[in-house]
């Protein structure tokens, strides 16, 4: 089937209505929440969520019931979405995003980055493991961390974990998007520093990915030295255990050359505490040289003849796209505008926004953004596409792939100015809300 924008919201709806045939399974009161008819019953509050825009409960309630007299009041919506656990938009997210068949390969691999983002809300000091308390001159607030998988070429999130900001880890939400993804193509997976760690590299190897990971600037990674070199790029093999050598020796077992023993503490999912096997990782490292004269380290599986040093500078480069993604999430889908500080209402506004974003994409995918009369590359107004897509779900029309590709504007390529340093809480116009 075409992925035409009729094709996406008639798809979206279809599994909103399968969930509707039985909102038990996401009901906070199983037996006795969505029960009754009512005007805001489970298909409608999730379809509300979905195209809420920026503005208050009270006038997004208003333009969705058209100014009718018997509009339901914001208490009313409130106390719907409570009924509703925030699984219900985390799995219809899964299911749509896995419904989606991306094109965009690069040398024949999906292209993923990892990172995650923080979100703030209003202060919920109930929460004890996302709250905040602020200074003497602040007011306190709560922060979730945002942990997401992020196709470059396709430009749609396949998969997000969130996490309270005092049980955060990075690495774990890494290890679990891994390790219950449904990608079966080849995948290289772009990764900062704090993504370093073993236990990180066994989970990727282990589901078959490759990955390029930046690397802090040091004299020796995992026991292994580094040359003293602007540039290289070297092989290496670690042999990991968790018992001591001296103890490898009274059990009359060979000590690998290239061993490196882990310690208790650290995290190894596939290795318990006391055990005797071993686990084997290997991959390269390689320093390159930019042309501002800094240095940067990776680490990576690739193959050295089809990923050389240059093409490992070129392909990292592509990781920058998942940070202007959480910039179009936060200010285009309008995900810093909350409308609840309870976790659970939080949860359902941020697996909605997620959605949205991967709909407006999709959408865009059927947008021819070239010409032949046209100097320079094209790129959507995503902005207005989010607008566009939004309005589209609440009432269909004809023409959005039409309208989309007159909302195109030039890329205008080796354009660097200063980034700002503004102070106080203006908010550029650069920055508004598109719903």
């Known amino acids: 089937m075409k992925q035409t924008a009729k094709n996406l919201r008639k798809k979206l709806l279809s599994q909103v209505r399968k969930m509707g045939k039985n909102p038990q399974i996401y009901a906070s009161r199983p037996g006795r929440d969505f029960t009754r008819r009512r005007a805001l019953d489970f298909e409608n509050i999730i379809f509300f969520l979905l195209t809420m825009s920026c503005e208050s409960v009270g006038k997004n309630l208003m333009k969705a019931f058209r100014f009718q007299e018997k509009t339901p009041s914001a208490s009313a919506f409130v106390q719907q979405r409570k009924k509703l656990l925030p699984k219900a938009l985390e799995d219809l997210f899964h299911s749509f995003s896995n419904s989606l068949t991306p094109e965009k390969k690069y040398r024949g691999y999906r292209l993923l980055a990892v990172d995650g983002t923080s979100l703030k809300s209003s202060a919920y000091p109930a929460d004890l493991l996302s709250y905040l308390p602020g200074t003497d001159r602040q007011h306190g607030w709560n922060k979730h961390l945002i942990n997401a998988l992020f196709d470059l070429e396709n430009g749609i999130y396949t998969d997000l974990i969130v996490q309270k900001e005092h049980e955060k880890n990075e690495g774990k939400a890494l290890c679990e998007m891994t390790d219950r993804s449904r990608i079966s193509e080849p995948v290289i997976l772009l990764a900062d520093r704090n993504y370093a760690s073993l236990n990180n590299l066994a989970h990727l190897e282990n589901r078959g990915w490759k990955y390029v990971i930046r690397l802090k600037e040091r004299d020796s990674v995992f026991g292994v030295k580094l040359p003293c070199f602007p540039e290289f790029d070297i092989p290496a093999s670690l042999t990991l255990g968790r018992l001591t050598k001296r103890k490898l020796e009274t059990r009359n077992i060979p000590v690998p050359a ?103 994409q999709a959408a865009a995918w059927n947008v021819k953004l070239s010409c032949h009369n046209t100097k320079q590359k094209q790129r959507l107004n995503f902005s207005d596409a989010v607008f ?24 205008r390529r080796g354009r660097a100015f200063q980034r700002p340093v503004s102070s106080g809480n203006r908010i550029s116009w650069f920055y508004l809300p598109a719903r």
Do not use: M
Request: proline content about 5%.
């Open 258 to 360: 290239d061993y490196y023993k882990l310690t208790s503490q650290r995290v190894f999912d596939f290795l318990p505490v006391e055990s005797v096997g071993f686990y084997r990782l290997s991959f390269r490292i390689v320093r390159v040289n930019f042309c501002n004269g800094k240095t940067e380290t990776f680490l990576t599986n690739l193959n050295k003849n089809q990923f050389p040093p240059e093409t490992l500078k070129a392909l990292y480069a592509k990781r920058w796209g998942i940070e202007t993604s959480f910039r179009s999430l936060k200010y285009s889908v309008a995900l810093i505008h909350l409308h609840s500080k309870i976790p659970e209402l939080i949860l359902q506004e941020v697996f909605a926004a997620f959605l949205i974003f991967n709909f407006a």
């Open 388 to 411: 566009a897509c939004c309005a589209f779900l609440r009432k269909p029309f004809r023409e959005l792939e039409g309208l989309l590709y007159r909302k195109r504007f030039p890329v």
